[in-house]
């Protein structure tokens, strides 16, 4: 059955995430299938958030590999020592980087990228994936982005 995300028009940022993580939390309860929950996650933020691109990479033989993800194709494999997402990984932290040509190392997946917001997600204590969300404005993410999107990482923690 196919949900629409619905989202208030004119709400602030932090009351959109209140609106679209309850949604979500509904949309992944029943189903069991990590691919599905995922690519269903990363349809709802950009589409309920309007980000640019939203994806997650599994950590995987010695580097990120792309998994389910929404907007223009990406890049398919990141080494745990590069960009943003490897930083992530890594330091096991959440990223926020205001302007991408500005971090060093920084990977290019699409030149439009301006800045990006990079959360890890733990099994056991270990980063297994991580949720890498992009926009083409400079200056995105802040805390509200951390906190919200901190809590959709323990979502699909408890999926896992």
């Not at 028009?9 to 995922?38: C, F, G, H, R, T």
């Not at 349809?43 to 980000?51: D, P, V």
Request: overall charge negative; glycine content about 6%.
């Amino acid at each position: 059955m196919a949900e629409d995300i619905l989202i208030s028009k004119n709400a602030s940022k932090e009351e959109m995430y209140k609106e679209l993580l309850p949604q979500i939390a509904s949309l992944i309860e029943v189903e069991s299938d990590l691919v599905a929950n995922l690519a269903n996650i990363a349809a709802a933020l950009k589409y309920g958030m309007n980000f640019f691109w939203v994806g997650f990479y599994h950590a995987k033989e010695g580097e990120l590999v792309l998994g389910p993800f929404q907007g223009p194709v990406a890049c398919t494999r990141i080494p745990f020592s590069k960009g943003v997402c490897g930083a992530s990984y890594t330091q096991k932290n959440v990223v926020i980087v205001e302007d991408v040509d500005q971090f060093p190392g920084h990977i290019a997946c699409s030149s439009l990228s301006k800045s990006e917001i990079v959360v890890p997600i733990f099994a056991n204590g270990e980063v297994v994936m991580i949720l890498d969300v992009d926009s083409e404005e400079l200056a995105s993410f802040d805390e509200i982005d951390e906190r919200y999107l901190n809590e959709l990482a323990k979502m699909v923690e408890a999926k896992l």
